[in-house]
């Protein structure tokens, strides 16, 4: 026998497929596709446009998107790496100096900055002290900006002279924020802006100074990176790159939180997509079974008849990925509209690759979802054209779960997902399913004595659920994950980013102190708590150098470019503290107040550790002020470094370090509009220094703004999958239900007590899949807390309600998608039978 051409194969089914295009499962399969495409391609155009966004806004804490930072200039070769690249390039020289008048001496942090700074970000200077702030350039030569402490401690005014080295400068304006100064705890005196062309007059810096020069790069990502690439191997040892998510811990946490968040939606909103489509393609071959088996008598085989309907699905897949991914487009444009005034105006294009990746997404969950029912239609026997009872033979279980997870883990290696979070959604959802579906199982089963003296509606509606357990059971738990699926996202939404939220109130510190006297310690501190309700306690600190472990050199245990090393290149700030600080969690070992032991205890934050290597009972040996230190590893602690409380690398058992020369430091909250009350606090104590980080907590409740907005945006999706997934289910009993409701119309039953079972039938199913879906939600969140985010799980007493609103949404949705079953005619239903 010829063998048909797949060219005819191709457009046989091409013509099947628009002849059946109005059929309820082909509708409910393509609108599960166009969902899963458009979610999948909406976030991913949001997510990596959101994410640039929010780096350009990052960058501004760097003045730049790449920095090459040392402690000697950059070599020439360095220099023309990025402009051979055409990179915009900023030199910024930053020291330490006395500043002089006719009268007084004041040490300051004294920045050099060429023209073209910063890349990135503002300037922002006032014509006078504490008057309004704007936008500026930047001084010129023979000019210079200082902060309004340094006005206030030398009693200078506008147009005044100062000294910096050799050189005379005039004071042209109030400088009040440079965009990579923020969170800078180095810098412990205030602050003056010159212009670069007078450092080399100056005669400050001289070999042997106590210099960092920066060299700020601008330009697209992929200059950049063959920047990076080029320059890492010929770094010195005095030398590191920087970029915005490592060059401050609290924006990379941001940014890394929003995109796990936007990701696990997707993840989802994909998956709920992925099972209507298995849904809608079950009853997809169902229906072809006698057409598949007509086909084979006429002569196909079965490989030409899987060809031929693989090429309809392929065909819908098509066509549904790509009304998907233009409904994704302008899905990601219309966010990005309602998110006009939060993100910057310079918003990176949108490519093509999301929309590639969203269509790949869903043509793999099409083949990993639809394959097993599609192979069914290759094993349809020739015989059933006369025996309607001969089904295929099924599918080997490896090949249905197989495809399946493989599609699966396809989906999640395209999202990028964190393990642990994948890990704790996936098992939490399976052993959900394991233990709630046996106990549904076994509740269907203790219904059948309650039904003997229940009403009529109630015999009918339940016993359609008792006929078949499995497949009752089955529908349960698939309107659970829907209801599941969108009471964890609600939760993410409504709690999860409220509990980040909650880590930046609107209260929390923006002024940092250091190089608190201490003589001065107590009266600052009646000053401080006299200035703010929200002030963290003060903190001796002690700078050491980490210089030895186990009486090994700590250079060689730590790899290059770690956090490790870059903690051992610098003197640590080290403090004492009988109490655990608030924020600080231990995860191994103990605080204080066991048996005292040879060598005094520190305990040391756990990620630090890691990079180090450390274990509890090492030795580590420290050089403070010159005299060698040991301290024993006695706990390492986890810290909350978006806290903006003063946190340290190193706490020391009290006592430690008391005879070692101190300074403390703390953080408190002021209002705006109490600046003065600043001044007269610098006054008073002219050596403390003053930081401000009120620019930071602003980047960072901007971020978490935009990534509420953004999960809210994607639980539309969600909503839309669970949806899909509603009415496929429906559909795959619907020919049935349309047999038994012509049977029982024709022995006489009424349509309105039809109607009565099946809202008894699908209230009792949806208020069955709330059941399951609040323990589901309770048991997956509390391995997401656990897990992934590291959060304080408690419970959720809305998850109680899911019942009722399953109860609601299944039962509406159960007697709107059955309406057929209602509406068939009696006559021509039995005769078709």
Not at 788 to 816: N, S
């Amino acid at each position: 026998m010829r063998s048909v051409p797949a060219s005819r194969l191709a457009k046989l089914a091409l013509r099947q497929l628009w002849r059946d295009a109005r059929s309820g499962e082909l509708r409910v399969l393509f609108f599960a596709l166009v969902i899963a495409v458009a979610a999948s391609t909406a976030i991913g155009y949001f997510g990596a446009r959101l994410n640039d966004a929010m780096q350009l806004r990052a960058t501004e804490f760097l003045g730049a998107d790449l920095v090459l930072r040392g402690s000697a200039p950059a070599e020439p070769e360095q220099i023309e790496i990025g402009r051979n690249l055409q990179l915009d390039h900023s030199q910024v020289v930053e020291f330490s100096s006395v500043i002089a008048t006719d009268e007084n001496l004041q040490l300051s942090s004294v920045k050099a900055a060429d023209s073209n700074y910063p890349l990135r970000g503002t300037l922002r200077s006032a014509p006078a002290p504490y008057e309004a702030e704007q936008p500026s350039q930047g001084p010129g030569p023979g000019e210079a900006w200082a902060e309004a402490r340094l006005f206030a401690a030398l009693d200078l005014s506008i147009g005044d002279d100062i000294e910096v080295g050799n050189k005379r400068l005039r004071l042209t304006r109030v400088l009040t924020y440079e965009p990579d100064r923020v969170g800078d705890f180095y810098s412990l005196t205030p602050r003056v802006l010159m212009h670069l062309d007078d450092l080399a007059s100056t005669g400050v810096v001289q070999p042997g100074s106590r210099v960092r020069y920066r060299e700020l790069w601008r330009g697209p990502g992929e200059q950049l990176a063959a920047y990076e690439r080029a320059v890492r191997p010929t770094l010195e040892p005095n030398q590191r790159l920087e970029t915005p998510k490592d060059g401050n811990r609290q924006i990379g946490g941001a940014l890394g939180r929003a995109e796990r968040y936007l990701n696990l939606a997707s993840l989802a909103a994909v998956l709920l997509a992925g099972v209507a489509v298995a849904l809608s393609a079950a009853r997809f071959a169902a229906r072809r079974f006698d057409a598949s088996a007509l086909l084979r008598c006429l002569g196909l085989s079965r490989r030409e008849a899987l060809t031929l309907y693989g090429f309809q699905l392929g065909y819908l897949g098509l066509f549904a990925c790509a009304v998907g991914a233009l409904l994704g487009w302008v899905a990601q444009l219309g966010l990005f509209h309602l998110l006009r005034e939060l993100i910057v105006n310079e918003i990176p294009p949108a490519t093509l690759w999301p929309a590639l990746a969203g269509m790949a997404t869903g043509l793999v969950a099409l083949a990993g979802f639809a394959l097993p029912p599609l192979a069914a239609l290759g094993r349809v026997p020739p015989l059933r054209v006369l025996r309607r009872d001969m089904l295929p033979v099924p599918a080997s279980s490896w090949l249905v779960y197989g495809t399946a997870v493989a599609a699966l883990g396809v989906i999640m290696w395209r999202l990028s997902l964190d393990l642990r979070i994948t890990l704790a959604l996936l098992g939490g959802g399976l052993l959900a399913t394991v233990v709630l579906g046996g106990l549904l199982l076994l509740t269907l089963r203790g219904l059948r004595q309650m039904l003997s003296g229940a009403a009529l509606p109630w015999r009918l509606g339940l016993g359609q659920l008792l006929r078949h357990p499995l497949a009752a059971a089955g529908q349960s738990l698939a309107f659970g994950l829907i209801l599941l699926a969108m009471a964890l996202i609600a939760l993410l939404r409504g709690e999860l980013l409220d509990t980040w939220q909650d880590q930046l109130p609107a209260d929390a510190p923006n002024h940092f102190v250091l190089n608190v006297l201490p003589a001065e310690r107590d009266a600052f501190a009646g000053r401080i708590a006299a200035l703010s309700d929200h002030a963290a306690p003060l903190y001796p600190v002690v700078p050491g150098r980490l210089v030895a472990i186990n009486g090994e050199p700590v250079r060689q245990q730590v790899t290059k470019d770690s956090q490790g090393e870059r903690a051992i290149r610098r003197d640590l700030s080290l403090t004492w503290s009988q109490d655990l600080p608030a924020d600080n969690r231990l995860s191994a070992g103990r605080w204080w107040g066991g048996e005292p032991g040879e060598l005094p205890g520190v305990s040391v934050e756990a990620e630090l550790a890691e990079s180090l290597q450390l274990s509890l009972g090492d030795r580590l040996s420290f050089t403070v002020g010159g005299i060698t230190r040991d301290a024993s590893v006695t706990s390492l602690r986890e810290v909350n470094w978006d806290s903006f409380q003063p946190n340290f690398y190193m706490i020391f058992e009290p006592g430690t370090l008391r005879d070692m020369p101190t300074t403390y430091m703390t953080s408190f909250y002021l209002p705006a509009g109490q600046e003065r009350e600043l001044v007269k606090l610098a006054r008073d104590f002219p050596s403390a220094t003053l930081l401000q980080v009120d620019a930071l907590l602003s980047q960072l409740r901007s971020i978490l703004m935009q990534v509420s907005i953004a999960v809210e945006y994607v639980l539309m999706f969600v909503l839309a999958a669970g949806l899909a997934v509603l009415f496929a289910g429906l559909q795959a009993t619907l020919d049935e239900r349309i047999r038994q409701g012509a049977l029982l119309r024709a022995l006489g039953a009424e349509r309105r007590l039809l109607i009565r079972a099946r809202r008894t039938e699908f209230g009792v199913l949806g208020a069955a899949s709330g059941a399951l879906a609040a323990l589901g939600c309770e048991l997956v969140s509390a391995l997401l807390y656990r897990f992934a985010f590291d959060l304080q799980w408690q419970p959720h007493p809305w998850l109680l309600t899911l019942p009722l609103i399953g109860a609601v949404l299944v039962g509406t949705a159960g007697v709107l998608g059955t309406r057929r079953a209602l509406n068939a005619s009696p006559l021509n239903v039995l005769r078709e039978s």
